[in-house]
């Protein structure tokens, strides 16, 4: 039996990837120190949890409209507007069960086979993934080390053509922690203009940054009719296994967005829509309670790194990910992240799991305690001093 070029060009994510692997490595009896998943180690806040279970017990188990229920249609986009200083209401918004059918759906709704695609690299890999799938072509923008792993604009301007059908970006970034400036979104709006491009701006860590306030491209004048606004649930108000987000577009966009999804999956998950509605117009102590100890954590883990030979790294201005540079230890990425997940239990992603570019760096996620991360920083020196001696 033959199968289609389009599913036969979908990818794995390494995330998932190792976490398997360190689900059978636990079964077995050996303890993990978990920094590869992308999960804040936080419960749902418990208002949030309260609204979902109110609202089974008021039989809202049933199907709602494919777009979303009215009042979740109400508060993300009010939530949209008032934290990006944008005018959308429940026309431009679609609730879909995460972010990533959103990620699929709007660019099956905008690139055609053929069409050129940029993404960030290393960058989120189900960009690259259904970009391929579609038959498009991935144009990778080198994320730097040396421009803070933002996007150098003037290599954009060399990247971006006559057949340039999107561009993404996701600010803050995974998995770098990098952070587009105003300016760099001004540059952006201005390239999407003069190409007639869309750009896809993943924000699912914009209530995640730490010395400088977020920016959206949403906010630049006249950007609105090009953009497509992610963001959802999951990172913010940790809530990774409610499967929620929600997009800003378009309104002529959203209603394809509704017929995809009724030939989808009919609607997302009518009770679980409370948790949105709860969380984006009720009390916010739980988020602020949790940036608090990202930050406490990404000083610790940005220190500690930088204490072990041969590695040196950044310290991200947004989500909850470093990217340390290993290339001094001698050792590839994926060598490097097997032996420290093999030799000490620490599980961390190579940043080839991102993508070419990702060559010569780690990924860690400090969605973990202080103590569980000093803990690991010890383990990992320690054998890297072993294999020296």
């Known amino acids: 039996m033959k199968y289609s070029n389009a599913i036969q060009n979908l990818a794995g994510e390494g995330a998932f990837e190792v976490l398997a692997k360190c689900k059978k490595m636990e079964a077995e009896g050996r303890e993990i120190i978990h920094l590869q998943i992308g999960e804040p180690d936080f419960d749902t806040p418990k208002n949030i949890s309260e609204a979902a279970i109110k ?22 986009p009010e939530y949209m507007a008032k934290t990006r200083n944008i005018d959308v209401g429940p026309k431009h918004t679609i609730i ?44 990778p923008m080198h994320l730097k080390e040396e421009k803070d792993f933002r996007f150098d604009t003037e290599e954009l301007k060399q990247l971006v053509n006559k057949n340039t059908k999107m561009l ?7 998995p770098t922690g990098g952070v587009l400036t105003k300016e760099d979104l001004q540059v952006i709006y201005e390239l999407a203009e003069e190409y007639d491009f869309w750009v896809l701006a993943d924000e699912i860590y914009s209530r995640i940054v730490y010395d400088h306030p977020f920016q959206s491209i949403g906010s630049i004048p006249g950007a609105l009719k090009r953009s497509i606004l992610i963001d959802g649930m999951s990172k913010t108000y940790a809530m990774t296994g409610w499967r929620l987000g929600f997009v800003v577009v378009p309104e002529e966009m959203a209603k ?34 949790m940036m608090v100890q990202f930050k406490l954590r990404r000083e610790a883990i940005v220190k500690g790194l930088n204490e072990i030979d041969g590695f040196t790294c950044h310290k991200p201005q947004g989500a909850f990910y470093v990217f340390p540079n290993i290339t001094k230890t001698g050792y590839k990425s994926q060598e490097l992240a097997d032996m420290i997940l093999e030799e000490t239990g620490v599980a961390c992603l190579a940043g080839t799991c991102f993508g070419k570019f990702g060559e010569g760096y780690l990924r860690f996620s ?24």
């Open 168 to 174: 993404v970006i996701n600010s803050p970034q995974n």
């Open 55 to 76: 609202a089974i017990k008021n039989g809202e188990t049933h199907y709602s409209p494919s777009g979303g229920t009215i009042a979740a249609r109400k508060a993300a």
């Open 96 to 139: 879909m069960p995460g972010v990533k059918p959103i990620i699929y759906s709007t660019m099956m709704a905008t690139i055609n086979p053929g069409d050129e695609v940029v993404v960030p690299n290393p960058g989120y890999p189900t960009y690259e993934s259904v970009t391929n799938s579609i038959g498009a072509k991935a144009i």
């Open 366 to 389: 400090y969605a973990n305690s202080v103590e569980n991360i000093e803990k690991a920083i010890k383990l990992i020196k320690e054998m890297l001093a072993k294999t020296k001696d």
């Open 256 to 289: 394809y967005l509704f017929t995809f999804a009724i030939n989808n999956f009919s609607c997302t998950n009518t009770f679980a829509q409370a948790g949105i509605v709860e969380g984006l117009t009720g009390p916010q102590d739980d988020v602020d309670k």
